[in-house]
Each structure stands twice: as C-alpha cells, then as structure tokens.
C-alpha cells in the first residue's frame, strides 16, 4: 500500500496541502484499501454507501483551485 503513495513529483494540489491533511488524506487512503479488501463480504449497498463517504471526504482535503 506504501508504494502507491511515493511519488517522484508532488502534484499542485500536494504541495499545498497541510500536513495534517496529508496526514487525513493517508488515512482516507488507509481506510479506502481497508474497504476495498472487504468488498466481498460486504452487501453491495453498504459497500458504495461506505465508499461514497469515504471518497467524499477524501475530495474535501484538496483546497480548490
């Protein structure tokens, strides 16, 4: 999971983030892999209901251009 978050150049939108919401965004992405590994188990409603807020909160932690 690490691996696909090292990046050789930060995006606009990384380098303006704070490190607190770096730090959210990790574990948004922490909790998103967590889900993904689940899905099988999961109804499927509860799935993209969970995915849904999940991807939503990630969207809110990059400022708007």
């Not at 090292?6 to 922490?30: F, G, K, V």
């Not at 889900?35 to 807020?53: G, M, N, Q």
Request: hydrophobic share 40%.
């Amino acid at each position: 999971e690490t691996a696909r978050r090292i990046h050789l150049r930060q995006s606009d939108a990384e380098l303006r983030l704070t490190p607190e919401q770096r730090m959210r965004r990790d574990a948004l992405e922490t909790e998103l892999a967590a889900l993904r590994r689940r899905k099988a188990d999961l109804v499927e409603a509860e799935y993209f209901r969970e995915l849904e807020r999940l991807l939503v909160e990630l969207a809110g932690t990059y400022p708007v251009p």
